[in-house]
């Protein structure tokens, strides 16, 4: 039995956030439940998912294929104060999500003692404000 792929209809609210947090690193996204939040989130990268593989799709193989939503990693935040009740562990979840871009800890240490940051490919928005 064959997996259903999804479709990039159903995922176009996912697409229309993600735009806008490529955008603006620190993007926070509000929804109505905790529920909402973590189905969302799941959705997200879903559409990230489903992005990259159309991308593979279109140059012909997997290796080497990117998209502009792979920077973009979806936290929880706004946790409530205290601990679940069912779990009696810190909260992990909340209705508040927050879209920051990944960033490269560390500096590279070359043999012959030279030191550098890593440097990383940066984006360009999407509609530029000049």
Known sequence: ???RRDSLVGL????????????????????????AAINFRQRCYRFR?????IEAE?????????TKYDILVIRHIHLPEGTNE???KP?????????DHKTVFGKLH?????????????VPPLFPLD
Not at 58 to 66: K, N, P, Q
Not at 91 to 99: C, I, P, Y
Request: hydrophobic letters at 35%; proline letters at 5%.
């Open 58 to 66: 279109r140059i012909g193989s997997e290796l080497g294929a990117s």
């Open 12 to 35: 176009s609210d996912c697409k229309a956030v993600m735009d806008a947090a490529v955008e603006n690193p620190g993007l926070q996204y509000e929804l109505p439940t905790v529920g």
């Open 49 to 53: 998912k489903l992005m990259l593989e």
């Open 91 to 99: 909260w992990t979840t909340s209705r508040w999500l927050q879209f």
């Open 110 to 122: 070359f043999p012959d003692g030279t030191e550098a940051e890593v440097e990383t490919e940066t």
């Open 86 to 88: 069912k779990t009696g």
């Open 1 to 3: 039995m064959t997996k």
